[in-house]
């Protein structure tokens, strides 16, 4: 079992409302960002404050809400966004980097990602390719013409993923964060993405996980980006090399705050593997010839036909991963999943 330490978060989880700002040790703030119009509601953003610098992880989704629910976060714990001097981000995805562009601009603080995240503004080629290319692909996964729409990326799709921040700064595993009077360390995770890093507070018996492990959800990990051959294959290697002790309290970028990541990770392990054995059973009957015959026969908390949209992306990418870690381990697939979705390709 894992134990709950942060029983206002967790509360708060339960009444699908807000959390509240909160010092988690001296120095240490949670600070709860809206993420609107998704279930998961918001995304832990934590304020480390350093020696006359401080570092804000994940600021969350762009909004005005989130905007203004950042600013009273650091107005509580007695800073304003000049104080901020590094954005330090966990992985590449909106509702984590996204609002990092307005904090820079009002911060003028450096934003960094981990060594293997793919860069945002380096992506590049044509909108329009990049909408036909990620549709082709769909296609090729099986999906069937009229759901090729919903599915696959949008221009707008384009607009948003290159207009978020560009790191000035790439962090490798084992570095510390360049803030002075911190002693944090990154911890390479990929998985959930490519480059995905999480920060170890040794001293305050903290670990930040990203969206690598959250307290109730198993992450999503997908074959999507360009650059990531074996996603799912990186997520169990990145399980196994975070153990850091039973006493680290986690603190997750969604959800709340919990002790107990040596049973967390097993868990996590467990139904990763235990996906894969569905996905195995499905191989094994020999009548799913693409990517979505696979996913038709899972199960899906709601049932496959209830996944529409984005959702369903997400379910087509998630099934294709196991395809492609199941490949690596020597089973016999026979499905086409040789590339994953064109995600822009970053720059060198
Ligand atoms: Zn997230």
């Known amino acids: 079992m894992i134990s709950v330490t942060a029983p206002e978060q967790f509360k708060a989880w339960q009444a699908k409302v807000l959390p509240p700002v909160e010092e988690v040790r001296p120095g240490v703030w949670s600070i709860p960002v809206p993420f ?6 918001y995304t832990l953003a934590y304020l480390l404050v350093g020696d006359r610098e401080s570092a804000l992880v ?25 104080d901020v001097t590094g954005i330090v981000v ?14 820079r601009a009002a911060s003028g603080a450096w934003v960094a990602l981990g060594e293997n995240e793919p860069l945002p503004t380096h992506w590049r080629g044509d909108p329009l390719q990049f909408v036909d290319e990620d549709r082709e692909q769909f296609a090729a996964w099986g999906v069937p013409a009229e759901y090729l729409g919903e599915v696959s990326f949008q221009e707008e799709t384009w607009a948003q ?6 790191p000035q700064r790439r962090l490798a595993d084992g570095e510390l964060l360049p803030i002075s009077g911190l002693q944090v360390r990154v911890l390479a995770t990929p998985g959930h993405t490519p480059g995905h890093i999480a920060l170890v507070d040794e001293a305050n018996g903290l670990i930040l996980t990203g969206d690598h492990v959250l307290p109730r959800i198993t992450p999503h990990v997908s074959l999507e ?36 990541l040596p049973t967390r990770l097993a868990e996590l392990r467990f139904h990763t ?4 054995r569905e996905v195995m059973a499905v191989l094994a009957v020999g009548e799913a010839a693409t990517v979505w015959d696979v996913s038709r026969e899972l199960t899906w908390s709601r049932g496959f036909d209830s996944l529409r949209g984005f959702t369903l992306r997400l379910a087509l990418a998630e099934t294709a991963s196991h395809l492609v ?18 995600t822009p390709t970053p720059a060198p």
């Open 36 to 41: 609107i119009n998704n279930p998961m509601r």
């Open 325 to 342: 870690y199941l490949g690596a381990r020597g089973v016999e697939v026979g499905i086409d999943v040789s590339r994953g979705a064109p």
């Open 58 to 82: 994940d600021p969350g989704w762009d909004s005005d809400e989130g905007w203004e629910a950042l600013m009273a976060g650091l107005a509580t714990a007695g800073l304003g966004p000049e």
């Open 161 to 166: 993923m290159t207009a978020i921040a560009a």
């Open 90 to 103: 966990t992985h590449f995805h909106p509702d984590h980097l996204g609002m990092a562009a307005r904090l």
């Open 225 to 260: 980006a360009a650059n990531h051959v074996n996603p799912l294959g990186d997520y169990l290697h990145s399980l196994g090399i975070m153990d850091v002790g039973a006493e680290m309290e986690v603190l997750p970028a969604h959800e709340y705050r919990f002790r107990g």
């Open 273 to 276: 593997l235990e996906r894969s």
